[in-house]
């Protein structure tokens, strides 16, 4: 099969790929950021056609780009998938689709619902959940429509480990359940892929490996052609030393920049309970903060109401000099992309500078290769047409180019591969050593332990714990 986006001269996401997959298999599809792990789904469920070749779902059904009956799809970014008001009526939706009597509907999505720890959520609007909630509203639909085929991208993404914890166990069910249901799980995280007894690596526009885990992870060039860092217990032991990395200064250590003091907030004025209720925070130069907490806590409401995209109930937040600047990257980062080409984006903020052409191509092309992204490959680029993670890094480089005293990112590392996730951790590090102040809102405790010199933990609207 041959994919691009595009005419004949557009670059091809796949060249000749060749991929079987059994019923009743389960396998996990791993590669770096914009290798086609996102476009294979979208081919197999019939969203978008092969431009060469085939794809054939038995019972001899050719999939073409009309869509693929009984392929259910998981969209990395979960409200690209979501198609009514209520939470309810979206599991629902292929249940009223498939014609069932009002009766079987109603008991379907009353077990759904309770399946998925969703029954309180039932009546509530979709656009006014977490990011988190609405990952584990479009798992319920899909499992409710009943789908023979499963494709997962990045369905942890979202997730707090509670969540995560429910997914694995679902999976578990439905695979007991119906042995003849196939799985096909988009994943960033070795230790997931592991899990599973097949492996597919994506890179170059092919199927680069293609295996049990213990044989992929164990093979060197495979994993040095993907670009991917295998689980620790595959990695072979040095054969010297490795040189001491000295102490980094972190400049301004609890220097506060930021006091926020007794601040509410709710989405909904006509209801009492607050999302943000007498919240307190203290954020300093220098300083990485982790703002962690359940899905629906709040996290991404207080990082917008720092940004002043909403105004507080009440309360305070100050900053401690006058024209200090917060900015944020989206837990959607295409959600701030409006303009044609990934340079114009970076651009945006830099114009009102009057900087000349050449200083300006210069502070875009500084700011990309910051964020991990190849000023030549993407600059002409459509941000829209960014895999996830390519996504993700033009975000990044929007808000480096733009500058600011605090940079907050939320869940930063969704759908980004290992060497995105070594250069975020570059670009944190660079500006905590710049006396910047970061607060990263995150679910994944191995990027706490690794950057954030603090843990402040957001439960019912407050900050019931900040840790060292």
């Known amino acids: 099969m041959t994919f691009r986006y595009g005419g004949e001269d557009a670059h091809s996401v796949f060249s000749d790929l060749c991929l079987s997959i059994a019923t009743g298999e389960e396998l996990a599809v791993i590669g770096g950021n914009g290798s086609g792990k996102t476009t294979l789904g979208l081919l197999l469920c019939g969203i978008l056609a092969p431009t060469a070749g085939r794809i054939i779902v038995e019972p001899a059904v050719s999939v073409n780009g009309d869509g693929a009956p009984g392929i259910g799809f998981l969209f990395q970014d979960p409200d690209n998938g979501l198609v009514a008001t209520t939470v309810d009526r979206e599991v629902s939706f292929s249940l009223e689709n498939r014609n069932l009597p009002t009766e079987t509907i109603r008991q379907a999505v009353e077990a759904t619902l309770d399946r998925f720890r969703m029954i309180r959520f039932r009546d509530r609007v979709v656009w006014s959940l977490s990011g988190g909630e609405k990952q584990r509203l479009s798992l319920a639909a899909l499992f409710a429509a009943g789908s023979h085929i499963l494709f997962l991208d990045e369905p942890e993404s979202y997730l707090d480990h509670e969540g995560a914890c429910q997914l694995e166990r679902t999976l578990t069910e439905f695979r007991a359940a119906d042995p003849a249901l196939s799985i096909i799980r988009v994943t960033q995280y070795p230790r997931v892929a592991e899990r599973y007894r097949?492996?597919?690596?994506?890179?170059?526009?092919?199927?680069?490996?293609?295996?049990?885990?213990?044989?992929?992870?164990?093979?060197?060039?495979?994993?040095?052609?993907?670009?991917?860092?295998?689980?620790?217990?595959?990695?072979?032991?040095?054969?010297?030393?490795?040189?001491?990395?000295?102490?980094?200064?972190?400049?301004?250590?609890?220097?506060?920049?930021?006091?926020?003091?007794?601040?509410?907030?709710?989405?909904?004025?006509?209801?009492?309970?607050?999302?943000?209720?007498?919240?307190?925070?203290?954020?300093?130069?220098?300083?990485?903060?982790?703002?962690?907490?359940?899905?629906?806590?709040?996290?991404?409401?207080l990082a917008q109401l720092i940004c002043g995209l909403y105004p507080p109930a009440s309360g305070t937040i100050r900053f401690s000099m006058p024209n200090c600047r917060a900015v944020m990257t989206f837990q959607q980062p295409e959600r701030q992309f409006f303009l044609e080409t990934a340079f114009d984006e970076v651009a945006y903020g830099l114009r009102p500078r009057g900087l000349p052409n050449n200083r300006l191509t210069e502070a875009v092309r500084l700011s990309m290769v910051t964020a991990g992204l190849d000023f030549e490959a993407f600059s002409a680029r459509d941000p829209h047409t960014l895999s996830g993670g390519e996504a993700r890094r033009l975000a990044f480089a929007v808000v480096i180019a733009l500058g600011a005293d605090l940079f907050i990112f939320d869940e930063p590392t969704c759908a980004l591969d290992a060497a995105g996730i070594r250069n975020f951790a570059a670009m944190v590090d660079h500006l905590r050593r710049e006396g910047r102040a970061i607060i990263i809102i995150t679910h994944n405790s191995d990027l706490i332990g690794e950057l954030a010199d603090c843990v402040a933990v957001l439960s019912e609207g407050k900050i019931t714990a900040v840790t060292d």
């Open 198 to 301: 097949r492996l597919v690596i994506l890179g170059r526009g092919a199927v680069i490996g293609d295996g049990t885990p213990e044989t992929i992870f164990s093979n060197a060039e495979v994993m040095a052609a993907s670009g991917l860092r295998p689980p620790l217990r595959y990695f072979r032991p040095r054969t010297t030393s490795p040189v001491p990395t000295p102490a980094v200064d972190r400049i301004g250590r609890r220097d506060p920049l930021l006091e926020i003091t007794d601040l509410t907030f709710t989405y909904d004025s006509n209801n009492p309970k607050l999302l943000i209720d007498r919240l307190s925070l203290t954020v300093c130069r220098g300083e990485a903060m982790a703002l962690v907490g359940a899905s629906g806590s709040g996290k991404s409401t």
